[in-house]
T-cell receptor, first 113, second 115 residues
Framework: QKEVEQDPGPLSVPEGAIVSLNCTYS??????FMWYRQYSRKGPELLMY????GNKEDGRFTAQVDKSSKYISLFIRDSQPSDSATYLC?????????????FGQGTELSVKP | DTGVSQDPRHKITKRGQNVTFRCDPI?????LYWYRQTLGQGPEFLTY????????KSRLLSDRFSAERPKGSFSTLEIQRTEQGDSAMYLC?????????????FGEGSRLTVL
């Protein structure tokens, strides 16, 4: 079983749609749950992070973590063409393993005007 | 620009040649990471340093790969006797050990093409 599973897409939606991105994980030691955004030919950049179960909102973005089900989600409301990118879920246990991140495969999102 | 910088951005080489990539992390960051990313995949961990000490190496890092961070500042990743399977984006990231967000700051990557 892979440590992290993420649907690779690609996902194509019209502008203004609600987007749902998901990852499952198997390692109970993960304590930080992150979403990175990666534009084409660029390095990943942190979009959101959380360390507890529940929801966290930041503008049009909501991160959701369910530790009991080992499942995390990212919701994008009122999606914009500028949201077109690859979204990577990432996990870490900063108190062991040197804070390295374990990434999902990435979901490629295209938002059409 | 005070972000993570990587050089070169793109390297094309012939199979069997050696290549070296350089990473300059954010100046106050004491942790430095190397990742490899192939098309359609997420970044895969290769190795990390805390200051000048290399503390972990992935099984992905074969004997042909070596990384150094001699003075705890910049780092180099060398690949000897390159193979076509080494073609990938090599990403460097840095972080502060004492930060509590788990965030890594990535550079824009060095793309390797092995012919």
């Amino acid at each position: 079983q892979k440590e992290v599973e993420q649907d690779p897409g690609p996902l194509s939606v019209p502008e203004g749609a609600i987007v749902s991105l998901n990852c499952t994980y198997s390692n109970s030691a993960f304590q930080y749950f992150m979403w990175y955004r990666q534009y084409s030919r660029k390095g990943p950049e942190l979009l959101m992070y959380t360390y507890s179960s529940g929801n966290k909102e930041d503008g049009r973005f909501t991160a959701q973590v369910d530790k009991s089900s080992k499942y995390i989600s990212l919701f994008i409301r009122d999606s914009q063409p500028s949201d077109s990118a690859t979204y990577l879920c990432a996990f870490s246990n900063p108190y062991n393993q040197g804070g390295k991140l374990i990434f999902g495969q990435g979901t490629e999102l295209s938002v059409k005007p | 620009d005070t972000g993570v910088s990587q050089d070169p951005r793109h390297k094309i080489t012939k199979r069997g040649q050696n290549v070296t990539f350089r990473c300059d992390p954010i100046s106050e960051h004491n942790r430095l990471y190397w990742y490899r990313q192939t098309l359609g995949q997420g970044p895969e961990f290769l190795t990390y340093f805390q200051n000048e000490a290399q503390l972990e190496k992935s099984r992905l890092l074969s004997d042909r790969f070596s990384a150094e961070r001699p003075k705890g500042s910049f780092s180099t990743l060398e690949i000897q006797r390159t193979e076509q399977g080494d073609s990938a984006m090599y990403l460097c990231a840095s972080s502060l050990r004492r930060q509590n967000t788990g965030e890594l700051f990535f550079g824009e990557g060095s793309r390797l093409t092995v012919l």
